[in-house]
DNA sequence: GCGCGGAGTAAAGTATACAATCTTCGGCCA
DNA sequence: TGGCCGAAGATTGTATACTTTACTCCGCGC
């Protein structure tokens, strides 16, 4: 049992790791922006050999891209993969809902209200505070699962479209929206209704999509 | 278009890391084994940093796992986690069937072919290169469906099963069983009956982790 | 004017050296 | 006898320095 709130010493290339995660998905660094292994050493004050580690990681994950000497880019996608990407959730979210929702214990449900209404009390300017609340809200689901392969992909897709996402938040109407569907969802679960979670999920997906879908054909020329 | 045959240099990094992936699907180094990485630099004749950065993106990858100051582990799968790797597959494998299926060209269906007879022409004891063409016939319909995040996501899966696969081969009626399985899949994808194909993977899939599932159990106790 | 080629600069790739951490084993004490 | 403490060895983590590769820009030749 570890205790909760004991921080070990993390390692550089652990504190970098969590620093470059940060800026991208952030959406700091956006898509297509070059990482410069000597700008991050820097700027955290270590050598290049554990950011350079971190972003080993991170290739792996398909977080960015790398080329033989050139170095690393920050991942972009085109309207195709994001297509791809969420089809990949709808399938794979599915099956953690099937998973989840039997297992769910009242402690999981205090904990999606929690993150729930966390999240529709802050400004809608907090775009990193409502990323975090929108994601724990998400992820009650996700663990009670219990399949940490899972887990693991889906976390993986998701990361790799909030790139994107972020820009959706500007807007205090999408905002709106988004809170009555996480109401929803959270009744659902409440409910212990399998199959009606699941097409919550899939409206609040193919709403996302819609959205994020003509902003991205926009940027493509640019690459 | 880059010509076939000719290869670029790799990075030290690169080559380290095919030299990793070879050792751990080929068997040689079975799960749970410790990475000195000092034994692999030395063995290699590179230092240590290409050797840990390759040794990223396998963690990354999920492919080993890491503590910090305790190093890497070619990673070990209890029964559940089998079950769930395969489980992702059926979902996967049907998806990638669906998309596929219908843009089978006959190049497509002649490399399947090909790969098939190679593998049925090898001799029993050639545990590599009968996972060769295992892994290329598969990979006909994968690279067919065009979905490069279903892709790699398969692969992954794939390689993280295919650490005990390897246990199978040792006997040549579960390998004429495959051949047999592999002609099937074959003629259904020439006759485009997409539902078939998905039936028969789905069948392959199921055989091999009854015939996994006991072996792992028994290995489970020895961690 | 256009294109090819080479020097110079910037960035990535790798080796070596050193620091921090863990593990093991032996000795001491209860 | 058993367990705790600590020092030595082994292994990992990081910094620095050097090598290699790629990009840029200028000048020469066509």
Redesign the pocket.
């Known amino acids: 049992m570890s205790q909760q709130g004991f921080e070990r010493?993390l390692?550089?290339?652990e504190a970098v790791l969590a620093e470059i995660r940060r800026e991208i998905l952030s959406g700091a660094w956006a898509p297509g922006t070059?990482?410069?292994?000597?700008a991050v050493a820097s700027a955290l004050?270590?050598?290049?050999?554990?950011v350079?580690?971190a972003l080993k990681i991170l290739e792996g994950e398909g977080q960015v891209t790398?080329a033989?000497?050139?170095?690393?880019v920050v991942r972009e996608l085109d309207a195709d993969e994001l297509v791809e990407l969420y089809r990949l959730r709808e399938l794979l979210e599915a099956e953690a809902i099937r998973h989840a929702v039997p297992k769910l214990t009242d402690r999981h449900l205090a904990e999606m209200k929690d993150a729930m209404e966390r999240m529709e009390s802050l400004d809608a300017s907090d775009l990193p505070a409502l990323a975090d609340c929108n994601r724990e809200f998400h992820s009650v689901l996700l663990d009670a699962a219990e399949m940490p392969r899972l887990r693991h992909f889906l976390r993986l897709l998701r990361d790799a479209a909030d790139v994107y996402r972020v820009l959706l938040y500007s807007d205090t109407g999408t905002l709106a929206q988004t809170a009555a569907e996480h109401r929803a969802i959270f009744a659902a679960c409440s409910d212990r209704d399998t199959e009606k979670v699941i097409e919550l999920h899939d409206q609040h997906r193919s709403r996302t999509v819609e959205l994020l879908l003509p902003r991205l054909r926009g940027t493509v020329a640019t690459a």
Chains 1, 2 share one sequence.
């Open positions: 010493p390692t550089a290339q070059p990482i410069r292994q000597d004050g270590v050598s290049r050999v554990p350079r580690e790398y033989p000497h050139k170095g690393y």
